[in-house]
């Protein structure tokens, strides 16, 4: 083919690459189907069931196996049993689910005498200590035992140095990031405590958040610590952020089916909850992509959470359209293309025929194809000549 044929093809591509509301379902669909099994789409579904009735509970007991699940799913169903004492669970289920909310319990209790500990210091050192994620949940919501492994805390960034010396000083190992410092019990790998000068979201705009976040923050006495805890619109934007990046992160389904979770408490805990709010904190951080993608999963897992009033299809399109081109073409596009290559080694492929020939046939393909990562509209053409390729 010419050069001047190979142009236009491109172009031509380029006049057909997927909508932006194509790309965003479809890369919505695939993390749905990729990171949630049938059983948890089940659990989910029944969870947010309206008025479920005790025929609804027992069809879904009869398909559903608490030991199959797991801990960590099954808590979330332990709180559906908290939330409806009406309904009656079988002899089998009933004390297994309160004997994981007392697990979770006394495992949460540990955590929480730390930050008590820790917290106080703070207090006499007039260090201000904001609790965030799922301590602050814990904080709301004392009933509902958690899994967590540790507890996060916002400082001052003019405290951070001071609050890491005050920590070290009272005997927890601390691993220093540039954003963070993690606490874990003197000689072991438990965490204990996250100790954050800002919240890492990977933009390099974090720290324009802290100001409001101070500011909209209610000052409470959470465990025994005069502390602040997150109003719940950032609490929920911060949800939002995590979720996204634990999606990137290809993390455990457990923690987005505890994200929602929490979403939904904080919504409807709130009725004057205020949306501009979480979309400042979207644009100010540059996380619109993030907060985008994140709404619309949680759209996809629990239809009718996010209210009709906030367009999510419409919110920071352009952003979101470049961000979704960018994830598919790295997670699915290239991403097995990539793991395969690190297994190629040259000194296989020089004493092995077949090795060499997928050698000199893949490497260079994955070099050519990794120039245009972050390039999206590079990576539509790409993608979108692909799939013609393979029709």
Not at 180 to 193: A, K, P, R, W
Not at 362 to 376: A, E, I, V
Request: hydrophobic residues 40%; proline residues 3%.
């Amino acid at each position: 083919m010419s050069t001047d044929s190979q142009i236009l093809e491109v172009i031509k591509a380029s006049e057909d690459v997927p909508t932006f509301e194509s790309l965003l379902n479809n890369l919505t669909e695939k993390f749905y189907n990729e990171l949630l099994t049938d059983n948890d789409k089940n659990l989910l579904k029944f969870l947010f069931s309206q008025n479920p009735t005790q025929a609804q509970l027992d069809e879904f007991l009869s398909n559903w196996d608490i030991e199959v699940a797991g801990a960590h799913k099954a808590l979330l169903l332990s709180y559906f049993m908290k939330e409806h004492p009406s309904l009656h669970f079988t002899k089998y289920e009933e004390p297994r689910l309160n004997g994981l909310l007392k697990f979770y319990r006394f495992q949460n209790l540990k955590l929480i005498s730390h930050y008590t500990k820790i917290g106080q210091n703070f207090n006499k050192a007039d260090i201000p200590v904001m609790i965030l994620k799922g301590g602050a949940m814990k904080y709301y919501r004392p009933d509902l035992s958690r899994n967590m492994g540790d507890i996060d805390i916002l400082v001052p960034e003019k405290d951070y140095q001071k609050a890491g010396k005050i920590v070290e000083d009272m005997g927890y190992d601390c691993a220093w990031d540039i954003h963070s410092v993690d606490l874990h019990l003197n000689g072991t790998e438990e965490g204990i405590c996250d100790i954050h000068k800002y919240i890492f979201m990977d933009t390099g705009c974090e720290r324009n958040l802290n100001k409001g976040l101070f500011e909209r923050a209610k000052k409470a006495k959470v465990f025994g610590v005069d502390s602040l805890v997150p109003c719940h619109e950032d609490m929920f934007f911060i949800a939002l952020v995590n979720m996204a990046r634990n999606m990137r992160n290809n993390t455990s389904s457990s923690t987005l089916l505890f994200t929602i979770f929490d979403c939904r408490y904080l919504l409807e805990s709130k009725p004057d909850f205020d949306w501009n709010i979480v979309i400042n904190d979207a644009v100010i951080t540059k996380t619109q992509v993030q907060v985008n993608f994140a709404l619309n999963f949680i759209n996809r897992l629990a239809p009718g959470l996010i209210p009709n009033k906030l367009d999510v299809k419409n919110l920071f399109e352009k952003e979101t359209d470049d961000y979704c081109t960018i994830v598919m073409y790295n997670r699915f596009f290239i991403y097995d293309m990539k793991m395969r290559c690190r297994e190629l080694k040259i000194q296989d492929a020089l004493t092995n025929f077949d090795i060499f020939r997928e050698y000199i046939s893949l490497k260079p393909k994955y070099f050519f194809l990794k120039q245009f990562k972050r390039k999206p509209l590079c990576e539509k053409i790409i993608m979108n000549i692909s799939n013609k390729l393979t029709k």
